[in-house]
């Protein structure tokens, strides 16, 4: 879709051979590739395009136990959250989408949703926990709940704008939220909302959200800094 809610063009979840799949989570790399989370099947498939498929053909890339939320991280690294197991796994794709370089951080709880962190981390949440951050190299650095003295109700979806402060859309409480590196939170939307549940950062400076309440994608301008 286009900044403006129009469609620019729908892509079939289908494997060949195999049906249709429900995608759980969706990210695109930096060269266009869109990748998708499985959680029924438990895989992770991304859209291969070849001369005999012009619109593109799923393939599966990976396999994992219970896989959730997907992203890109700065180095180009997937990440994709596994619930049951409470783990992050990341890997790179070769030339021929072959998974490369797998890498896990375990030890969490239910996680869901997972973005880009500051200074090239990442960030995770769990489902009816905090939301944890970790750095480039993958090492813990604590929670965000902790270190803001924060309570979430159920945090979903998080992303990092670019003055690296981190955005979490709360589902319970019904509000999205700013974490400035060096400030107090800051809510940014806390009326409209019924399920808020994936959050970006669009290049112009809009806030993203995907209302699973009442089924709408809401566009909101946001300053990070105060006025």
Known sequence: MDLEGRSICHLPCHLPGTGAFVPEDVAVTASGLVVVSDLVRGAVHALQHAARAPLGRWV???THLAPRGLAVDAAGRLLVTDYVLGAVHSFTLGPALQP??????????GPCWVGPGPDGGLAVSEEFGDVWLFGSACQPLGSLGVRKGHAFGNPAGVCTDVEGSVIVADEQGRR???FPRAREPVCLVSEGLGRPLGVACAPQGQLVVADAGDSYIKVYQYHSEPA
């Open 176 to 178: 999205v939220t700013l």
């Open 60 to 62: 599966t890339v990976g």
């Open 100 to 109: 490369l370089a797998p890498a896990s951080m375990l030890g969490l709880e």
